[in-house]
């Protein structure tokens, strides 16, 4: 086994993609329930969602719903633009031309991601331009963990691992959220994160059979980074302000506090494989509940964070404010090309 998604056989996540993907390219022939009787409203709406058949643009939708698919899909898209930064500072320090390549073709991927999810975003009614400027104005927010430096070559394994780790157990259930078009981005990025994870997971590998100081050196990461990735799956349950009316709308298909359950589950055996100890005392599997018993991270750091006092937030979008400034000349060429062929 060398990562989350080696599990060889049904229970693995890209199996999980793969069953999501079937039912995606079946879900039109599926019975749509009452809804083909009554094709407009809140009846319909309801009924696709029953049916677990899938919400199109086309499809009337509350203002609620789409409110808070705007508001998921943008964070996430600003996501992974910002998730660029932390790793692009490792671009030019990998200690190979391979590790370089491989890193630099996955922050594109990052950058590809951003891309598709703004594009599901748009199909909610609201453009790109409108969602970059909620992100640099602070109207909108972006994934906590991004806002933690990374200090060495092994963040790099870290973030691989744990960081991308997480996003796959996070996103995995989205592949089968009611939102066609958010769900068919996940598809691919579901795909293209289990590659993510798995080179985090062999830097860190080869870090923790080499030399005592690589071994030091991944442990340490491992050390800093296990906290702010169960975080990442947001509040606890009983804090958590959206889940229920996500769960209901079948947005989001398990708690914060499930997925956190699934990550620590999965993380244990690969650690040992590893030969790096996950930094919780406390961290013990319990027989009579069938799950590890673990140290909640703190969620009064990851409200802070949230609210902008992270270690790096305001480097983080200081940067992004700079790049979209120095782009600007980027988008009017490309205003000014697309003006051109349509006149002619
Ligand atoms: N960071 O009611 P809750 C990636 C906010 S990309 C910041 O539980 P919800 C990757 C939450 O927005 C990683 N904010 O919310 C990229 C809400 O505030 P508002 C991003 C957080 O939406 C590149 C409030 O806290 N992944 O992995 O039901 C390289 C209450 O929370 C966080 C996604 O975006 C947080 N960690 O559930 C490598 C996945 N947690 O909006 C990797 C899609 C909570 O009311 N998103 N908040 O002001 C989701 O699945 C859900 O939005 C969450 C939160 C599970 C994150």
Known sequence: MCGNDFAPDETGLLAEVERAERAL???PEAPRGAAAEAPTGALHFDELIAAEQKIEPRDWMPDAYRKTLIRQIAQHAHSEIIGMQPEGNWISRAPTLKRKAILLAKVQDEAGHGLYLYAAAETLGINRDELVEMLVSGRQKYSSIFNYPTLTWADIGAIGW???GAAIVNQVPLCRCSYGPYARAMIRIC??????QRQGYEI???LSHGTAGQKAMAQDAVDRWWYPS???FGPPDGDS???EQSMAWKIKRFSNDDLRQKFVDMCVPQAEILDLKLPDPDLHW????????YTQPDYTELMRVIKGDGP????RMAHRRRAHDDGAWVREAAAAYAKKKAAA
Do not use: I, P
Not at 191 to 196: A, I, L, N, Q, R
Not at 312 to 315: E, G, L, V
């Open 25 to 27: 390219l079946t879900a």
């Open 162 to 164: 744990l960081v991308d």
């Open 191 to 196: 795909k293209e994160e289990s590659f993510h």
């Open 204 to 206: 860190l590998y080869t």
């Open 230 to 232: 169960l975080a990442m």
């Open 241 to 243: 302000t959206h889940s």
């Open 286 to 293: 319990n027989a009579e509940e069938g799950r590890h018993h």
């Open 312 to 315: 790096c937030n305001r480097q």
